[in-house]
């Protein structure tokens, strides 16, 4: 998976000097990794999680990759595609057990320093593009605290539909779906 490029970022794997740029960026400030995925964590475990990342296959379809500001060459978060077996979410109209559990999450955090800059949106559109060009999917799931409002209005400007998990003990509330527009559903 990747590298990317886009108009002001680079989406690469992650390299081991990567450690304190993520950290502070993401794993280290509440209010971001609050809304990405729940508690903050100590450098000693983000480090694990970037030994993971960092040594991940080159030829890899999944995974995460850093996202670097072109600018000043400093990473400023990350981005994942993630397959999973569905057994958290449960959307309206689905089937209670679905047929073909395997899912795909796109997640992603960015450090607060460069909310509100349409950074997150470009990240996403890059990672969109090649989940459905390149990969196929069908689609893809996002799960979003239902408090996170930024989370939300950029999902549904990405074309997301946002959705209440029916699964009642989900920590965040609401699932993001995006459907493959180059796939026609029979």
């Given amino acids: 998976m990747g590298p990317f490029e886009t108009q002001r970022l680079y989406l690469r794997r992650f390299r081991l000097t990567d450690l304190d740029d993520i950290y ?35 030829y890899a379809e999944f995974g995460y990759l850093a996202i670097v500001l072109k600018k000043t060459s400093r990473v400023i978060g990350q ?9 958290y979410y449960r959307l ?35 990672m969109i593009r090649y989940a459905f060009q390149d990969l196929k999917l069908p689609r893809l799931l996002s799960g979003i605290i239902a408090t996170n409002t930024r989370s939300i209005n950029l999902h549904k400007r990405l074309g997301y539909r946002i959705e209440r998990n029916l699964l009642q003990d989900d920590i965040c509330g609401l699932v993001a779906v995006l459907e493959n527009p180059l796939i026609r559903n029979s």
Wanted: with cysteine; charged share 15%; proline share 6%.
């Fill in 24 to 58: 502070t960026q993401v794993y280290a400030d509440p209010e971001v990794y609050r809304m990405y995925c729940g508690e903050t964590l100590s450098r000693a475990q983000v480090h694990q999680r970037l030994l993971h990342r960092a040594y991940q296959s080159g």
């Fill in 79 to 87: 981005i994942n595609l993630t397959p999973f077996v569905n057994s």
């Fill in 92 to 126: 309206p109209g689905e089937p209670t057990t679905p047929t073909n559990a395997l899912e795909v999450e796109m997640g992603f955090a960015i450090g607060k320093a460069y909310w509100g800059q349409g950074l997150a949106f470009e990240t996403c559109q890059a």
